[in-house]
């Protein structure tokens, strides 16, 4: 199946890291994405990595991809209470008009200040 | 602002209406998406354009209905719709469809079926 997915809740104190996981299925995907969406708002891209890449960084996040166990996660240092969102992983899948996102259920994540 | 629009932002709407989703694209893309976005459900994808041509229709109902008339404009037509249809139905757009092009999100219309 094309399932993604990801645990629902993660709180952490500002000025911590922190740490979002996501397990997908497809091991053919070729790019893996984290999106960001604050309430009120669609989804933003954050950041995504191409599936030959083990780890990519960008700023204060920092993305590692485990190709064998299909698990992928995001860290975000010196987390801020504007990081406060819901964070989506999502796999690429080839359907029939090329590679589709397939999304998973989010993260919802909390800074407490 | 990330260059997608969509109109209206919130509809409530009964089952036995006609109602229609309006997304506007000003980014020169050619391909748009249509998402559903629920409580209990993982974000959806429910159609795909490219060129203005319907490239996925991913096992949607009939009660919905797209329409692409030009590659920056994409409207989701809904009637009869069901109380399971309500939630957040999000616009995307896309220098072209392929993973490695960036879909850029309008805000969504919250979309209640009473």
């Known amino acids: 199946g094309e399932d993604v997915e990801q645990s629902l809740f993660l709180s952490v104190r500002e000025g911590d890291s922190s740490v979002i996981n996501c397990t997908y299925t497809?091991?053919?995907?070729?790019?893996l994405y984290w999106y960001k969406q604050e309430p009120g708002a669609g989804l933003q891209l954050l950041t995504y990595i191409f599936s030959n890449m083990d780890m990519k960084q960008d700023q204060r996040l920092t993305v590692l991809l485990n190709k064998k166990d299909k698990h992928l996660s995001l860290r975000i240092a010196d987390t801020q209470t504007g990081d406060s969102a819901i964070y989506f992983c999502a796999e690429s899948i080839l359907r029939n008009a090329g590679n589709m996102l397939t999304f998973g259920g989010g993260t919802r994540l909390m800074v407490k200040p | 602002e990330t260059g997608v629009t969509q109109t209206p932002r919130h509809l409530v709407m009964g089952m036995t209406n006609k109602k229609s989703l309006k997304c506007e694209q000003h980014l020169g893309h050619n391909a748009m998406y249509w998402y559903k976005q629920s409580a209990k459900k993982p974000l959806e994808l429910m159609f795909v354009?490219?060129?203005?041509?319907?490239?996925e229709n991913n096992s949607v109902p009939s009660r919905f209905s797209p329409e692409c008339p030009n590659s920056s404009h994409l409207f989701l037509h809904l009637h009869t719709l069901q109380p399971e249809d309500s939630a957040l139905y999000l616009c995307?757009?896309?220098?072209?469809?392929?993973?490695?092009?960036?879909?850029?999100f309008g805000p969504g219309t919250r979309l209640t079926v009473t």
């Open positions: 354009y490219s060129l203005e041509e319907r490239v």
């Open positions: 497809d091991s053919s995907s070729t790019y």
């Open positions: 995307a757009s896309s220098h072209r469809t392929g993973a490695s092009y960036e879909q850029y």
